[in-house]
């Protein structure tokens, strides 16, 4: 039987030189279940080999909706290795956003669990490109009873694969690999389409700065439809490390997985950090944890300085990213203390740019937005040429004589650079609020909610208000129970100018997140928009 293609700078290579390099070492791990390299590497050629029995063409997509389990990254490598696009679909998400992913990309293959198929049954109706269905978690024999036509197992479907003597179609690393789709916040769904190379690229940037090696045990939490949380699976296996699957379910079940695994490094979002920050860590975790690392927007600097109280010994980075780039910045250790407001310098192999609204660039000190050109530059967005023209736009400051346009991601966030070249986010275009002619960034005024100590989780927002424009809000969840909003206000007020001091403090004990876990800042606006017209009406 011929081998799978597996070119070292193709995303499968991962998995499949490591099987070759380091057969025995753990690759996998979830829950009482260890795949080592070689078996899941073989895992990973048998499932491209049966999508290939079932037709799979070249660069065609196939999804996987499940939560965090084996099945789950053997498909996103498989899909990979047999020469298709893998499209990772958050499992928190409804039928309605399941569907429009599976007809925005037209899905050939869905790969997902029994518990689901009633669940999605009128949503796949209306997927016209979907020609087979394979479950991972029921028998062959229960599948047949199922009004599910084109319906497989998982054993089935790697079974069709000892007949396969195809080797996959020939990809090279500018090809697609995968279609990572956003959390929709601001609307549906869109998918970052990314090729080999901005993933292998990506893994072994991140890598060089963790200082990742094969003795890493890494705790995957976020989802693996998250960019940062597939970054998990990429970065351990291009060191041939291992990576521990967990779904949990409150923040001390991560501590208790850190102390159990052996865990060396974790990455996760800062609403996860300020609950996990809050906790007590056994000298245990303490003592194998190398670093942790935050993405997903600012963490606030009181979960920084607890967190460091609890993990002397840890090394904790602060890094920036997004979708349409991976990620683009870290902050150094060694430089936390002195800089805890930056998002840091560019990661290797990346240059990061301040520009202004002219495509000129900006000087020190100066707020602009952040370009960022390199290998880790995504395609652009699927069937969605208005977009990527307003997000992938040529590199600012080009030589005019140049036969060649670049084209880097203009991200969408402002930023400004000092003059040691470290970078501090400012807020996202699309969440600055603009109240008294001023624009404030909702994260500068959280960040002094944090500092008061009297919160738990606290997100900040702009409602309409017919005299300002937008009346800035702060929705938070204490962490006391004789707080006293005005407490709050008072840390605000003496803080902040008066044009950035929240006009209403509002209690939640439940604030809304996305499906990548970030608090939802749209939605919340929403929430409150009618209830702060109610109290602010004359």
């Given at each position: 039987?011929?081998?799978?293609?597996?070119?070292?700078?193709?995303?499968?290579?991962?998995?499949?030189?490591n099987a070759l390099?380091?057969?025995?070492?753990s690759?996998?791990?979830h829950?009482?279940q260890?795949l080592t390299?070689?078996?899941?590497?073989?895992?990973?050629?048998?499932?491209?080999?049966?999508?290939?029995?079932?037709?799979?063409?070249?660069?065609?997509?196939?999804?996987?909706?499940?939560?965090k389990?084996?099945?789950t990254?053997?498909t996103?490598?498989?899909a990979a290795a047999?020469?298709?696009?893998?499209v990772?679909?958050?499992?928190?998400?409804?039928?309605?956003?399941?569907?429009?992913?599976?007809?925005?990309?037209?899905?050939?293959?869905?790969?997902?669990?029994s518990?689901r198929?009633?669940?999605?049954?009128?949503?796949?109706a209306?997927?016209?490109?979907?020609?087979?269905?394979?479950?991972?978690?029921?028998?062959t024999q229960?599948?047949?009873k199922?009004?599910q036509?084109?319906?497989?197992?998982?054993?089935?479907?790697?079974?069709?694969?000892?007949?396969?003597?195809?080797?996959?179609?020939?990809?090279?690393?500018?090809?697609?690999?995968?279609?990572?789709?956003t959390?929709?916040s601001?609307?549906?769904?869109?998918?970052?389409?990314?090729?080999?190379?901005?993933?292998?690229?990506?893994?072994?940037?991140?890598?060089?700065?963790?200082?990742?090696?094969?003795?890493?045990?890494?705790l995957?939490?976020?989802?693996?439809?998250?960019?940062?949380?597939?970054?998990?699976?990429t970065t351990a296996?291009?060191?041939?490390?291992s990576?521990?699957?967990?779904?949990?379910?409150?923040?001390?079940?991560?501590?208790k997985s850190?102390?159990?695994?052996?865990?060396t490094?974790?990455?996760?979002?800062?609403?996860?950090?300020?609950?996990?920050?809050s906790?007590?860590?056994?000298?245990?975790?303490?003592?194998?944890?190398?670093?942790?690392?935050?993405?997903?927007?600012?963490?606030p600097k009181?979960a920084?300085?607890?967190?460091?109280?609890?993990?002397p010994?840890?090394?904790?980075?602060?890094?920036?990213?997004?979708?349409?780039?991976?990620?683009?910045t870290?902050?150094?250790?060694e430089?936390?203390?002195?800089?805890?407001?930056?998002?840091?310098?560019a990661?290797p192999n990346v240059?990061?740019q301040?520009?202004?609204?002219?495509?000129?660039?900006?000087?020190p000190?100066?707020?602009g937005?952040?370009?960022?050109?390199?290998?880790?530059?995504?395609?652009?967005?699927?069937?969605?040429?208005?977009?990527t023209?307003?997000?992938?736009?040529?590199t600012?400051?080009?030589?005019?004589?140049?036969?060649?346009?670049?084209?880097?991601?203009?991200?969408?966030?402002?930023?400004?650079?000092?003059?040691?070249?470290?970078?501090?986010?400012?807020?996202?275009?699309d969440?600055m609020i603009?109240?008294?002619?001023y624009?404030?960034?909702?994260?500068?005024?959280?960040?002094?909610?944090?500092?008061?100590?009297?919160?738990?989780?606290?997100?900040?927002?702009?409602?309409l208000?017919?005299?300002?424009?937008q009346?800035?809000?702060?929705?938070?969840?204490?962490?006391?129970?004789?707080f006293?909003p005005?407490?709050?206000?008072?840390t605000?007020r003496?803080?902040?100018?008066?044009?950035?001091?929240?006009?209403?403090?509002?209690v939640?004990?439940?604030?809304p997140?996305?499906?990548?876990?970030?608090?939802d800042?749209r939605?919340?606006?929403?929430?409150?928009?009618?209830l702060f017209?109610?109290?602010?009406?004359?």
């Amino acid at each position: 039987m011929s081998r799978i293609h597996s070119a070292n700078s193709l995303v499968h290579s991962l998995v499949l030189d490591n099987a070759l390099k380091g057969p025995d070492a753990s690759a996998l791990v979830h829950g009482d279940q260890t795949l080592t390299y070689a078996s899941l590497g073989e895992t990973v050629e048998a499932c491209a080999r049966g999508l290939l029995a079932l037709g799979l063409a070249s660069s065609e997509r196939v999804a996987i909706y499940l939560p965090k389990r084996p099945e789950t990254v053997v498909t996103l490598f498989g899909a990979a290795a047999a020469g298709g696009v893998f499209v990772p679909i958050n499992p928190l998400l409804k039928p309605r956003q399941v569907a429009h992913i599976l007809r925005d990309c037209n899905v050939r293959v869905l790969v997902t669990a029994s518990n689901r198929i009633d669940f999605l049954q009128d949503a796949l109706a209306e997927c016209h490109d979907l020609r087979s269905l394979v479950i991972v978690d029921a028998p062959t024999q229960t599948i047949e009873k199922l009004a599910q036509p084109m319906a497989i197992s998982w054993e089935r479907l790697l079974s069709l694969g000892t007949t396969q003597q195809s080797p996959g179609h020939r990809r090279i690393d500018s090809d697609m690999a995968a279609i990572l789709y956003t959390s929709g916040s601001t609307g549906r769904p869109k998918g970052v389409v990314l090729s080999h190379r901005n993933l292998v690229a990506g893994a072994q940037s991140v890598a060089q700065y963790l200082e990742n090696n094969s003795n890493d045990r890494l705790l995957a939490v976020l989802p693996l439809s998250f960019d940062a949380g597939f970054s998990q699976l990429t970065t351990a296996f291009s060191v041939g490390a291992s990576v521990v699957l967990m779904e949990y379910l409150l923040p001390k079940d991560v501590i208790k997985s850190i102390t159990r695994h052996g865990i060396t490094g974790i990455t996760a979002v800062p609403p996860l950090w300020v609950q996990l920050a809050s906790l007590a860590w056994p000298p245990e975790a303490a003592d194998t944890l190398r670093y942790i690392a935050n993405t997903g927007g600012r963490m606030p600097k009181a979960a920084t300085t607890a967190l460091r109280r609890s993990l002397p010994q840890t090394k904790v980075f602060l890094m920036y990213g997004l979708t349409e780039a991976f990620r683009s910045t870290y902050l150094p250790p060694e430089e936390v203390d002195k800089r805890p407001d930056s998002i840091g310098k560019a990661i290797p192999n990346v240059e990061i740019q301040v520009a202004r609204e002219d495509g000129s660039l900006c000087l020190p000190g100066e707020s602009g937005e952040l370009v960022h050109r390199g290998v880790l530059v995504a395609m652009g967005y699927w069937n969605d040429p208005k977009k990527t023209a307003e997000r992938f736009r040529p590199t600012p400051g080009q030589p005019p004589e140049l036969p060649l346009t670049e084209i880097a991601v203009w991200s969408g966030d402002t930023v400004r650079m000092d003059e040691d070249g470290f970078f501090y986010f400012i807020g996202r275009q699309d969440e600055m609020i603009k109240t008294s002619g001023y624009r404030v960034s909702p994260t500068e005024v959280e960040e002094v909610l944090y500092q008061a100590g009297l919160v738990a989780e606290a997100a900040v927002v702009g409602v309409l208000h017919p005299k300002l424009g937008q009346g800035i809000v702060a929705i938070v969840k204490p962490n006391k129970d004789n707080f006293d909003p005005e407490d709050l206000l008072a840390t605000c007020r003496a803080e902040l100018p008066n044009f950035m001091v929240p006009l209403a403090v509002i209690v939640s004990e439940n604030l809304p997140r996305n499906t990548n876990g970030k608090i939802d800042r749209r939605a919340l606006a929403m929430e409150f928009e009618l209830l702060f017209k109610e109290q602010t009406a004359p």
